[in-house]
């Protein structure tokens, strides 16, 4: 199975200021998924996001962060105003059917100073 | 209680050895159930999927036990490339967000 394409493999900020990260799915998938690992803990669900709507989102997920999917194609998490402890692995998945295996990409690596 | 569970290890076994690992939901209205394999910062990857009547591909043999609410991955004659954090999945019907477990760290020395 092709993954997802992630991008950027790694992104450094300042505290407080807005990020991007950029998925890039198969075409025709519907189901997607973004998840964070702190280092050396678990990888933690944050949102799920089908037919251009957030679908669940985890406790993690407050008003800092939004999903969207602008032009049907690259899937976005954007963190308006990071904090240090945002610093993590944030990795995209696909599914083809939903609740059932998920594809991840290779992550971004977000670190903020 | 966390709602996936696994026993952090580390394992550490030697070539050919076989090691099993367990892993406990507290949701019991899950329903997909899966193995992934996590090497040192990267991407998890699936494994297998863990079906109700249990499933086996070659070394890897994963089961379901609903009862007790828990799955196991089992790996025989073990390689050096097993070596890795192996995760376990839980997914209900109910919610379209996977949870994961701590992981599993399983090193296999020559």
């Known amino acids: 199975e092709p993954e997802v394409t992630q991008t950027p493999s790694h992104q450094v900020t300042q505290m407080g200021q807005e990020v991007i990260l950029r998925c890039v799915p198969i075409?025709?998938?519907?189901?997607f998924y973004w998840y964070r690992q702190i280092l050396g803990q678990k990888v933690e669900f944050l949102v799920s996001?089908?037919?251009?709507?957030?679908?669940?989102k985890s406790e993690i997920f407050d008003d800092q962060f939004s999903v969207e999917r602008p032009d049907g194609s690259n899937f976005t998490l954007k963190i308006r105003s990071t904090k240090l402890e945002d610093s993590a692995m944030y990795f995209c998945?696909?599914?083809?059917?939903?609740?059932?295996?998920?594809?991840f990409g290779q992550g971004t690596r977000l670190t903020v100073v | 209680r966390k709602e996936v569970e696994q026993d952090p290890g580390p394992f550490n076994v030697p070539e050919g050895a076989t090691v099993a690992f367990n892993c406990t939901y507290s949701?019991?209205?899950?329903?997909?159930f899966f193995w992934y394999r996590q090497d040192c910062r990267k991407e998890p990857k699936l494994l297998m999927s863990?079906?109700?009547s249990g499933n086996e591909d070659g070394r890897f043999t994963a089961q379901l036990n609903r009862a007790s609410q828990y799955i196991s991955l089992l790996i025989r004659d073990s390689k050096l490339s097993d070596s890795a954090t192996y995760l376990c999945?839980?997914?209900?019907?109910?919610?379209?967000?996977?949870?994961f477990g701590a992981g599993t760290r399983l090193t296999v020395k020559p």
């Open positions: 075409s025709n998938h519907l189901y």
């Open positions: 998945a696909r599914e083809q059917v939903p609740n059932t295996e998920a594809f």
């Open positions: 996001f089908y037919n251009n709507e957030i679908s669940e």
């Open positions: 863990v079906y109700s």
């Open positions: 949701n019991s209205a899950s329903q997909s």
């Open positions: 999945a839980v997914n209900s019907d109910n919610n379209n967000d996977m949870r």
